[in-house]
């Protein structure tokens, strides 16, 4: 890698930090969306959203997330970074972090190699830090006028530290994903992904993310999604529920 490419990585890692903070349930991030694999230099995207109720409920929740890309020839470089707050009745109730750094090569228009790091924290759901560091592959199935359809697999290890934990508990898992982008029409587009990591070790021991959205473009940059999201972690930490799910609707803004 020449000196520039170096300098850009760095830059890179320095922006993973001031988007994270400290080192976010350990949510599954969606490190797949948001990027033209065609453009070549600098590319990324903001979004957020914002709700608030009042009377006999007061509680407000604020989302936001931000993501940048580096592409030169068949290297890639993707960080981003997503924080979600809620309160109620002034309380914090909710707080989640997770910024991921990934790094992809393309081979030819088909296969790719990935690799990735990704730090996470949750004191909501008992997870005071999750580190994750895999390396695998991707092939591209299919990838023509808007349509994607794609599958990949690698190799992680996790290093988990819950509240009230003793230590770091270490863990090889499976990260396999499918992935699929079809254009429904002109400015309207299906989304959907879904990660599944069992642990080598005990495939009993498993985690699941699905991903769906219907995405609308309102201008070049700006669109609007609407879409569910679901998570379930077969074993977590005492006191935390398997399965989480939550719906939303919000701006997404591409630069």
Not at 8 to 37: E, H, K, Q, W
Not at 109 to 137: A, C, I, M, W, Y
Not at 220 to 225: D, K, Q, R
Request: glycine share 12%.
């Amino acid at each position: 890698m020449g000196s520039l490419r170096v300098d850009r990585f760095l830059c890179l890692v320095i922006l993973a930090m001031l988007l994270t903070g400290p080192a976010a349930r350990g949510a599954i991030l969606n490190s797949l969306r948001g990027f033209s694999d065609a453009q070549e230099g600098w590319s990324g995207g903001l979004s957020g959203s914002y709700s608030a109720s009042g009377g006999n409920t007061e509680e407000t929740s604020f989302k936001a997330a931000a993501s940048v890309q580096w592409q030169s020839g068949a290297e890639q470089f993707r960080l981003l970074g997503n924080g979600k707050r809620t309160s109620t009745a002034g309380t914090e109730t909710a707080r989640a972090l997770t910024g991921h750094l990934r790094h992809n090569h393309r081979f030819n228009d088909h296969l790719s190699s990935l690799s990735f790091v990704q730090v996470q924290e949750n004191p909501f759901q008992q997870l005071k830090s999750r580190t994750l560091v895999g390396v695998g592959g991707r092939w591209d199935i299919l990838n023509r006028d808007g349509s994607e359809l794609a599958l990949g697999a690698a190799h992680m290890w996790e290093g988990e530290r819950l509240e009230g934990g003793d230590g770091r508990v270490d863990q090889q898992r499976l990260s396999a994903f499918f992935s699929v982008v079809w254009p429904l029409r002109e400015g309207l587009e299906l989304d959907s992904l879904a990660f599944y990591q069992p642990a080598w070790s005990d495939f009993q021991d498993w985690r699941l993310f699905w991903q769906t959205s219907l995405d609308v473009e309102l201008t070049g940059t700006l669109s609007l999604f609407t879409g569910l999201q679901v998570e379930h972690d077969s074993r977590p930490a005492a006191g935390v529920e398997k399965t989480d799910w939550e719906t939303s609707t919000g701006f997404s803004l591409g630069f």
